[in-house]
């Protein structure tokens, strides 16, 4: 079974530094998908970056980019320039390419990022 | 914004009461997911449906039954409803192009005293 870890439950950066999130994965498959959601006290998920496995080259989005480590099976998101808005939780999914749209996405159990001024 | 809303939005019950929550989207996807969000759980997949009457069972199905009678509409309810079922319920969809990436409706938090 796949199993998606965050070891990180707080994190806290100054506001316009840059904070990295930390999050493992565990499966036998090679081919699969990674991403990053992030929840604000709104609640909202939304969707921060996607990986997909096969492709070795980073996915960035803006600020936010990973390092994708298919081998040690890490998948890490880096903010740059942070801003207060991005004081969130964070959260870190997987799913597997086999099946389509009736795989599972699995959830990590989070990070709680705090953006301090 | 993909579209989708949740309804209601909060909502308070007792045990025992039966609940239906509604998720509704305006783009005809096929896919559409319900999970629920716990501390310590990240989100947990309750039931999915792939289409107009077919549903299936996720990791957390007990107590939960699903209904899509229509492409815009899929709906959770708790038959009655206890205490554990205590919770925010995320409604999702998947693009049909690209059936990997999930997008998240606003959520319901329910609460059953």
């Known amino acids: 079974a796949q199993t998606v870890t965050q070891s990180q439950p707080e994190m806290s950066v100054q506001e316009a530094e840059t904070v990295t999130l930390s999050c493992t994965y565990d499966?036998?498959?090679?081919?699969?998908?990674l991403f990053w959601y992030k929840q604000p006290p709104s609640r909202q998920m939304i969707l921060v970056i996607r990986?997909?496995?096969?492709?070795?080259q980073n996915a960035t989005e803006n600020r936010f980019s990973v390092n994708f480590q298919k081998a040690a099976k890490s998948f890490s998101l880096k903010i740059s320039d942070s801003q207060l808005g991005d004081t969130a939780m964070y959260f870190c999914?997987?799913?597997?390419?086999?099946?389509?749209?009736?795989?599972?996405?699995?959830f990590g159990t989070g990070t709680l990022l705090a953006v301090q001024p | 914004d993909a579209g989708i809303t949740q309804s209601p939005r909060h909502k308070v019950t007792e045990t025992g009461t039966p609940v239906t929550l509604r998720c509704h989207q305006t783009?005809?996807?096929?896919?559409m997911y319900w999970y629920r969000q716990d501390p310590g759980h990240g989100l947990r997949l309750i039931h999915y449906?792939?289409?107009?009457?077919?549903?299936d069972k996720g990791e957390v199905s007990d107590g939960y039954s699903v209904s899509r009678s229509k492409t815009e509409d899929f709906l959770l309810t708790l038959e009655s409803a206890t205490s554990s079922q205590t919770s925010v319920y995320f409604c999702a969809i998947t693009q049909d192009y690209r059936p990997d990436t999930q997008y998240f409706g606003p959520g319901t938090r329910l609460t059953v005293l």
């Open positions: 449906s792939y289409g107009v009457k077919d549903t």
């Open positions: 990986q997909e496995a096969y492709k070795q």
């Open positions: 499966t036998s498959e090679n081919n699969y998908y």
């Open positions: 999914a997987f799913i597997s390419n086999y099946g389509g749209a009736t795989n599972k996405l699995i």
């Open positions: 783009e005809n996807h096929r896919y």
